[in-house]
């Protein structure tokens, strides 16, 4: 019984060990598939190619393209191929039709054949049929299969021409470019009169030609277009169609760039003058094809610098003086720039000063009195106690002037001390008013550049302890017979000053 017992154990270890190694695959299966789903999904797209086999057919024919579909990631893929355009004049099959759906392992390749034919009457021409591939991943990817449709028409031989296109790719629209077609007829058909077509959404890359291309010959067609300035910078197709008897026998496509010219806009300035007004106008030019916003500056002097209006700013820098605008324009798009350059406010400057001079020598004073006092005795505590005062009259012009009259008041805090101490011109006249002392001096005659003092002294009634204010002394003159007068400063002293 012993023996049974640890065989049933044995047993159940076993079981349990066989458990444990499932669970343990199960999860290592789950990470694998996690892994490889995160990695399909952040791989680059599958890479799709097209090579074409017949593309060039007849309404009756069909035209065909292998697609080579080649899954780049870790994981199986299922990737299905259709067209919209399937029933809009055209009918698209995979060949076999089970290729419709493809299912590839890893690092796998897959060509599949498409076959187009035209199910309803269309104009000959470039047809581009829209090939969509989807994958089981997301991915979406959409390839065109383009078909030349040729109309039907006898001849003993299918033209056949061999076309190589020599002409830059990329396109300076300001510059002429140059283009060169070599043509080989291939077979012994005769193509004479063979018209030649350019094509594009360009309207300067319209061009026909007539060339005789004998059986078997080969041929140099070259010829030079003038390019828009203002073409839109991108990416365009050329299309070369070539035609006998109204009939295409073939058509050949080239991709070419227009490039982005964003040159500095052109600016031409012109100027008319009239009673010291210069007016400018200055027309700016944008010469590029693309939309350009810039600043604009006219080069001025100096002196027009600080008179120019009508302008955005006025710049100074190292290289000189400038009028300034900030404008946009659209490409060959031109803007007008009226502006001012007034040399009159010099003038009125000039003027101004002028009358302002005349003004001022016409307004002058011929004559001109000072005052001035001096403190010259001091009672208690530094009170003002005697002062003398000296009026200082000066004629400015060179003729003498005649009968003046100069008065002064002293005020009624102080009296005028009379006697020797009166100065060499003794006063006409000392007159007490209600305010304080009134005191003239007639001056028959003061020669021209003259100047002449008159002095007297003055006793505070009581001592000033303050600041005492004398007032402004005036003198009477007549000017060009009307009468006039002048005023002298007045005088403050006390208070520490």
Same mark, same amino acid.
């Given at each position: 019984?012993?023996?049974?017992?640890?065989?049933?154990?044995?047993?159940?270890?076993?079981?349990?060990?066989?458990?444990?190694?499932?669970?343990?695959?199960?999860?290592?299966?789950?990470?694998?598939?996690?892994?490889?789903?995160?990695?399909?999904?952040?791989?680059?797209?599958?890479?799709?190619?097209?090579?074409?086999?017949?593309?060039?057919?007849?309404?009756?024919?069909?035209?065909?393209?292998? +697609?080579?579909?080649?899954?780049?990631?870790?994981?199986?893929?299922?990737?299905?191929?259709?067209?919209?355009?399937?029933? $809009?004049?055209? #009918?698209?099959?995979?060949?076999?039709?089970?290729?419709?759906?493809?299912?590839?392992?890893?690092?796998?390749?897959?060509?599949?054949?498409?076959?187009?034919?035209?199910?309803?009457?269309?104009?000959? /021409?470039?047809?581009?049929?829209?090939?969509?591939?989807?994958?089981?991943?997301?991915? *979406?990817?959409?390839?065109?299969?383009?078909?030349?449709?040729?109309?039907?028409?006898?001849?003993?031989?299918?033209?056949?021409?061999?076309?190589?296109?020599?002409? #830059?790719?990329?396109?300076?629209? $300001?510059? &002429?470019?140059?283009?060169?077609?070599?043509?080989?007829?291939?077979?012994?058909?005769?193509?004479?009169?063979?018209?030649?077509?350019?094509?594009?959404?360009?309207?300067?890359?319209?061009?026909?030609?007539?060339?005789?291309?004998?059986?078997?010959? *080969?041929?140099?067609?070259?010829?030079? %277009?003038?390019?828009?300035?203002?073409?839109?910078?991108?990416?365009?197709?050329?299309?070369?169609? !070539?035609?006998?008897? /109204?009939?295409?026998?073939?058509?050949?496509? *080239?991709?070419?760039?227009?490039?982005?010219?964003?040159?500095?806009?052109?600016?031409?300035?012109?100027?008319?003058?009239?009673?010291?007004?210069?007016?400018?106008?200055?027309?700016?030019?944008?010469?590029?094809?693309?939309?350009?916003?810039?600043?604009?500056?006219?080069?001025?002097?100096?002196?027009?610098?600080?008179?120019?209006?009508?302008?955005?700013?006025?710049?100074? #820098?190292?290289?000189? !003086?400038?009028?300034?605008?900030?404008?946009?324009?659209?490409?060959?798009?031109?803007?007008?720039?009226?502006?001012?350059?007034?040399?009159?406010?010099?003038?009125?400057?000039?003027?101004?000063?002028?009358?302002?001079?005349?003004?001022?020598?016409?307004?002058?004073? &011929?004559?001109?009195?000072?005052?001035?006092?001096?403190?010259?005795?001091? /009672?208690?505590?530094?009170?003002?106690?005697?002062?003398? +005062?000296?009026?200082?009259?000066?004629?400015?012009?060179?003729?003498?002037?005649?009968?003046?009259?100069?008065?002064?008041?002293?005020?009624?805090?102080?009296?005028?001390?009379?006697?020797?101490?009166?100065?060499?011109?003794?006063?006409?006249?000392? *007159?007490?008013?209600?305010?304080?002392?009134? %005191?003239?001096?007639?001056?028959?005659?003061?020669?021209?550049?003259?100047?002449?003092?008159?002095?007297?002294?003055?006793?505070?009634?009581?001592?000033?302890?303050?600041?005492? #204010?004398?007032?402004?002394?005036?003198?009477?003159?007549?000017?060009?017979?009307?009468?006039?007068?002048?005023?002298?400063?007045?005088?403050?002293?006390?208070?520490?000053?």
């Amino acid at each position: 019984m012993r023996w049974i017992y640890v065989l049933q154990q044995s047993a159940g270890k076993k079981r349990f060990g066989s458990i444990f190694v499932l669970m343990l695959l199960f999860i290592l299966l789950s990470f694998s598939l996690s892994s490889l789903r995160v990695l399909a999904e952040s791989s680059p797209l599958s890479p799709v190619s097209v090579l074409s086999v017949v593309n060039q057919i007849k309404p009756s024919e069909v035209a065909s393209f292998k +697609v080579t579909i080649t899954n780049p990631v870790t994981v199986v893929q299922r990737y299905t191929l259709y067209s919209l355009q399937v029933g $809009q004049g055209w #009918d698209i099959e995979a060949s076999p039709i089970h290729d419709k759906i493809v299912e590839l392992e890893p690092g796998k390749s897959y060509t599949v054949l498409m076959k187009i034919r035209a199910v309803e009457e269309l104009p000959p /021409g470039v047809y581009a049929i829209l090939l969509s591939v989807d994958s089981d991943l997301g991915e *979406k990817q959409t390839v065109p299969l383009k078909v030349y449709l040729s109309p039907e028409y006898a001849v003993d031989y299918l033209p056949s021409i061999h076309t190589v296109i020599d002409m #830059d790719e990329k396109i300076n629209p $300001q510059k &002429p470019l140059s283009v060169k077609l070599f043509l080989e007829n291939k077979n012994p058909l005769n193509l004479t009169g063979l018209t030649v077509k350019v094509t594009s959404d360009m309207s300067e890359f319209q061009k026909e030609f007539k060339v005789d291309l004998p059986p078997l010959e *080969k041929k140099t067609l070259e010829f030079t %277009i003038i390019p828009s300035e203002i073409q839109q910078p991108k990416e365009y197709t050329l299309f070369f169609v !070539f035609e006998k008897e /109204g009939q295409v026998v073939k058509v050949v496509e *080239k991709k070419v760039a227009v490039e982005t010219i964003a040159s500095p806009f052109v600016v031409d300035v012109a100027y008319d003058t009239f009673l010291l007004k210069k007016f400018g106008l200055a027309t700016i030019t944008n010469k590029g094809n693309v939309l350009n916003e810039q600043k604009v500056r006219v080069p001025v002097s100096f002196w027009e610098y600080l008179v120019a209006g009508g302008v955005e700013s006025r710049v100074r #820098d190292t290289g000189g !003086f400038y009028l300034e605008w900030t404008r946009s324009l659209a490409p060959h798009e031109s803007l007008a720039l009226p502006f001012v350059i007034n040399y009159r406010i010099y003038l009125y400057f000039v003027l101004f000063v002028v009358l302002f001079v005349v003004f001022y020598v016409s307004v002058q004073s &011929p004559v001109v009195i000072k005052k001035r006092a001096l403190v010259t005795q001091v /009672g208690e505590e530094g009170a003002l106690s005697e002062i003398k +005062v000296t009026l200082d009259i000066v004629n400015r012009k060179n003729k003498p002037l005649k009968n003046l009259v100069v008065h002064d008041e002293v005020p009624a805090i102080a009296h005028v001390e009379r006697g020797a101490d009166m100065g060499t011109l003794k006063p006409d006249e000392i *007159k007490h008013l209600g305010g304080g002392t009134r %005191i003239s001096w007639h001056i028959s005659e003061l020669d021209g550049e003259e100047e002449r003092l008159i002095t007297y002294k003055v006793r505070a009634k009581l001592d000033i302890l303050g600041e005492l #204010d004398l007032p402004r002394a005036g003198v009477e003159y007549k000017k060009k017979g009307l009468a006039s007068k002048s005023y002298s400063n007045g005088v403050r002293l006390g208070g520490g000053k």
